[in-house]
């Protein structure tokens, strides 16, 4: 499967040009926290909730197994890997 992102280390880019198809319900194997480092328009959404805007210094908690998407942005937006 293709990633709808590029990885350098633990920050991960996604495009502003990216296609909204590309950006799937998924679900994560384990526990993580990103921070968001860049980026404009974009949200976040866990399944069943309403979507919220992801906000520079932004710290979001995806919890392991729980489906959850992005939303696109307007300009590229980056998030940190935190763990």
């Known amino acids: 499967m293709v990633k709808p992102y590029k990885q350098n280390g633990d ?6 040009k990216i296609s909204e198809s590309e ?3 998924h679900r994560d ?13 974009w949200k976040f959404q866990y ?5 919220f805007e992801l ?10 197994m729980r489906y959850h998407r992005i939303l696109k ?8 890997i935190v763990r």
């Open 11 to 16: 920050i991960r880019t996604f495009s502003s």
């Open 23 to 25: 950006l799937v319900w």
């Open 29 to 41: 194997k384990e526990d993580r926290l990103v921070e968001v480092l860049e980026g404009f328009g």
């Open 47 to 51: 399944d069943d909730c309403l979507p």
């Open 55 to 64: 906000i520079l210094n932004d710290k979001v908690l995806i919890e392991k």
């Open 73 to 80: 942005g307007i300009t590229d937006l980056k998030i940190k």
